[in-house]
């Protein structure tokens, strides 16, 4: 099956620093999803993209594809953008989600 | 977005009893909706699709009898834990979709199961 990989697995920010996270996927998808999951557990949607970029405020994603990855961009970061963040894409079925296994993310004041 | 609303957020229960967790679809009809585990530190593995008025389809590996799953209306499904033991304790969280292939899925709040 599709295999979904993610990097880095941790980061540790100061607030105001800007961050990158990559998702890569072994197989062609027609879509991409990126989550937030809150320390009470809950998936929050972040962006929906099978391709191109989209922008969110502070939060930009880009998926290429064509070369299979995509990329979280998040500027000015806050302790609230603490979380662990996972990408997830269609199973062969289109139905269900695989997901990577996350990048936790760190912010500190 | 839509709404997904997984209820109880948390529960606690003795060993050899059954946990029914709900989950409902709010605001859009959800002809799929999906059953998800994940455990501490880990990422959430696919454990089952339920189609409404079907039986759900189980990942390999994950005891059907053990983990029925029902999905009577378009706006809810639920999940029973039968026979709980603490091997069962985990983050159990469902997904709905309109059943469209390659949809954006909306996940309920999650529930945590500890089984003493």
């Known amino acids: 099956g599709i295999q979904v990989e993610q990097s880095p697995p941790d980061l540790i920010l100061q607030e105001g620093a800007n961050s990158t996270l990559r998702c890569n996927f072994s197989?062609?998808?027609?879509?991409l999803q990126w989550f937030h999951q809150n320390p009470w557990g809950q998936l929050i949607n972040l962006f929906y993209?099978?391709?191109g970029t989209k922008q969110n405020g502070r939060l930009s994603a880009t998926t290429v594809a064509t070369e299979r990855y995509s990329l979280l961009y998040i500027s000015s970061s806050q302790t609230t953008d603490s979380g662990v963040y996972f990408c997830?894409?269609?199973?062969?079925?289109?139905?269900?989600?695989?997901f990577g296994k996350g990048t936790t993310l760190s912010v500190s004041s | 977005g839509a709404v997904v609303s997984q209820h109880p957020s948390w529960v606690i229960c003795k060993s050899g009893t059954s946990v029914k967790i709900e989950c409902r679809s709010l605001d859009f009809q959800a002809t799929t909706m999906f059953w998800y585990r994940q455990f501490p530190k880990q990422s959430l593995m696919l454990m089952a699709t339920?189609?409404?008025?079907?039986?759900?389809?189980?990942e390999q590996g994950v005891e059907k009898d053990k983990f029925l799953i029902n999905h009577a209306s378009l706006t809810l499904s639920t999940l029973t834990v039968t026979s709980a033991h603490p091997e069962d304790s985990s983050f159990y969280i469902c997904?709905?979709?309109?059943?469209?292939?390659?949809?954006?899925?909306?996940f309920g709040q999650g529930t945590r199961l500890t089984v003493v």
């Open positions: 197989d062609s998808v027609n879509n």
């Open positions: 993209i099978p391709s």
């Open positions: 339920s189609n409404e008025g079907s039986k759900a389809t189980y």
């Open positions: 997830a894409v269609p199973n062969q079925a289109g139905t269900a989600l695989i």
């Open positions: 997904s709905a979709t309109t059943g469209a292939m390659d949809t954006e899925a909306f």
